[in-house]
Structures are given as structure tokens and as C-alpha cells.
């Protein structure tokens, strides 16, 4: 017995000795691929500039991008795909609120979505301080907009759905004001502090 307990241990010892070697391998293994994926971290920001559309300059990677510039780009990131996803809910809503409760109800909760992750996107973006006001009354009215939404999506019948169209109209008008609002904002020139 003594004689089969001694096998055992060695079993043990020599699978303990095992995972040890297979852990160290994958540890070496990660720092490697760690090692790897940060020395082409320079190439992978010239990429993202050449790709944000910024001009040649004296920067280090020979391209140049103001902070105005990527945060126009940034912005129209968020608001472009938002903005055809928002035109396709309400296009579906549309064709649906004369007749069918159901396919009404999914596009404005589709609507009411889309007008989250916007708000969502645009409230990760590190505004200045002469544009982070705009933005966060932007975020508040498309929060307004998108809880109306929700609430409208809710409605029991096609005349109770339709009975939103007003305040979800004013509600849009704010949001679209604000929206001609960053933009002016965006586009003005950065203001010397």
C-alpha cells in the first residue's frame, strides 16, 4: 500500500510540476503577445489619424489632427450611424401607426434605442469646457426624448400611440436645435484661454 501511495504522490508531483510548466509557458506567451501588440501601438495611431482625415504635419507620426477636428470627427462618428438608425426606426413607425399596434410599438422601442446609445456615445466624449455645456443639454434633451419614446412604445392602442405625436414632436425640435447647436459650436473657431 505504502509502495502505491509513493506512485501516487509522484503522480501528483509530476502533474503539479506540469501545470507549473504549462502555466510559465502561457505566462511567456502573453507577455510576448504583450510585447508585441504595444510596439505597433505607434503605427496603429498614425493609422487612426489617416483614417480620422487629419493633414500632414510636424507631429512625430508626420500627420496632425486639432483637438477641434477630432472632436468634430468623434461626434460625427456617434451621430451618423445614430442618425440613419434613428430615420429607419421612425420610417417603420410610420408605415406601422395606422394599422398595426405591434410593429408601431417595436419600432419606436427600436426608436427609443437608438436615441439612447446616442446620448450614451456622446456622453464619452471629453468636451471642452465652452462645448461640454452644449452637450450635456443635448444629452438631456435626447434622454427626454428617448423616455417619451419609451413611454409612447408602451401604449395600449393605435389612438393612445398617436395621442404622443405632439410632445414627441416638441421633443425632437428641442433635440434638433441642440443638435445645430454643438455643431455651431464644433465648428467655431477654439476660443484662447
Do not use: N, W
Not at 57 to 83: D, E, V
Not at 110 to 136: K, M, N, V, W, Y
Not at 150 to 164: G, N, Y
Amino acid at each position: 500500500m505504502s509502495e502505491t501511495r509513493a506512485r501516487g504522490d509522484q503522480d501528483r508531483a509530476a502533474a503539479g510540476a506540469f501545470m507549473l510548466m504549462v502555466s510559465s509557458a502561457l505566462a511567456a506567451i502573453l507577455v510576448i503577445a504583450g510585447l508585441v501588440y504595444a510596439t505597433g501601438t505607434g503605427q496603429r495611431h498614425e493609422a487612426a489619424l489617416a483614417a480620422a482625415g487629419c493633414e500632414p504635419g510636424l507631429s512625430p507620426s508626420g500627420l496632425q489632427c486639432t483637438t477641434q477636428q477630432m472632436l468634430i470627427r468623434q461626434y460625427l462618428a456617434i451621430l451618423t450611424p445614430a442618425s440613419q438608425q434613428v430615420d429607419a426606426d421612425t420610417a417603420a413607425f410610420t408605415a406601422s401607426e395606422g394599422g398595426d399596434l405591434a410593429a408601431a410599438e417595436a419600432a419606436l422601442t427600436a426608436e427609443a434605442a437608438s436615441e439612447r446609445a446616442f446620448d450614451t456615445g456622446l456622453a464619452g466624449i471629453e468636451f471642452p469646457p465652452a462645448i461640454a455645456p452644449i452637450a450635456r443639454t443635448l444629452v438631456r434633451a435626447g434622454q427626454a426624448l428617448a423616455r417619451l419614446t419609451a413611454e409612447q412604445a408602451r401604449s395600449s392602442s393605435l389612438t393612445r400611440l398617436r395621442s404622443f405625436s405632439h410632445r414627441v414632436q416638441l421633443a425632437d425640435a428641442a433635440v434638433q436645435a441642440e443638435l445645430r447647436l454643438m455643431l455651431e459650436a464644433l465648428r467655431s473657431p477654439p476660443q484662447e484661454s
